[in-house]
């Protein structure tokens, strides 16, 4: 069965961190460009990160910037979203997807994990 699994979600206070994890099963990552996206309720799915096949490219969302980190580890067939100094508005549930091209939409992706819920709240 191919998906995705994310973990890492939880309750944080404001200016707190999380590590955010997006394990693949049942296929290999190595092919693919993984996104995070982030969905608050009430409002649409938002992209928030995304990273080459090769690791080199990376975007980040303007809300994001100098904030949160993505990486990725292929021989662990995992991706990584680093949120540090988070704030009551990234309180979301996060996604993440695989795809053949970085996009800020949501069509262009093959595969979706069921998401991980972030709280930041005091």
């Known amino acids: 069965q191919l998906q995705l699994v994310e973990s890492g979600g939880g309750l944080v206070q404001p200016g707190g961190s999380l590590r955010l994890s997006c394990a693949a099963s049942?296929?290999?990552?190595?092919?693919?460009?993984i996104a995070w996206f982030r969905q608050a309720p009430g409002k649409e799915r938002e992209g928030v990160s995304c990273?080459?096949?090769?690791?080199?490219?990376?975007n980040y969302a303007d809300s994001v910037k100098g904030r949160f980190t993505i990486s990725r580890d292929n021989a662990k067939n995992t991706v990584y979203l680093q949120m540090n100094s988070l704030k009551p508005e990234d309180t979301a549930i996060y996604y993440c997807?695989?795809?053949?091209?970085?996009?800020?939409?949501?069509?262009?992706?093959?595969?979706w994990g069921q998401g991980t819920q972030v709280i930041v709240s005091s």
């Open positions: 997807a695989a795809g053949l091209r970085c996009s800020g939409y949501v069509s262009p992706y093959d595969y």
């Open positions: 049942g296929f290999s990552l190595d092919y693919y460009v």
């Open positions: 990273i080459s096949i090769s690791g080199i490219r990376i």
